[in-house]
């Protein structure tokens, strides 16, 4: 380019690809967002556990046991972006009540396991905190997280406990 020639672009015929076969876009999304984002609806369709939304639905999915098991529940609760309800996060250590914790871990497998009973073609299933910056802060939880630093530590492990109930079914 020195010489005041312009720099030359070479024609190159390149189509990024992801390495994972369906990434699932929002219902948001249009036709043309999908495209440019690489976005699916999947030929690998994901499990809808609440049966009201892909991602952030484990208060759609638990609520149910909200009045039984008001442990297994954040205190606070917080403003659902989407819909202006009041949601709630999952006190993932169940306050710390072991007995209390096994058997929300056990009716978190059984949703899941209908879901999969329902709709044995699909090959993923959704259980996601809900999306809101509110999060458990009892004795247990906060404990989880001065320990890991972090508040999906008390997550990881209660799903982590969950796929193991889930997998031995």
Known sequence: AESGNPLPFYDFDIVEVPDFKARLAPGWADASLRYAQGLTNSPYPTYNAADYTPVHN????????????????DAKGASDPGTGATVYQLCYSARGDQDSYKAMVQAAADEIIAVMVKNPDNHAITFTQMDTLQYCDCDACSAKLNTYGTTSAVQIQFLNDVDNTVQSY
């Not at 999915?61 to 909200?66: A, F, L």
């Open 58 to 73: 484990v208060y759609y999915m638990m609520r149910k046991y909200q009045e039984e098991h008001p442990d297994w529940f």
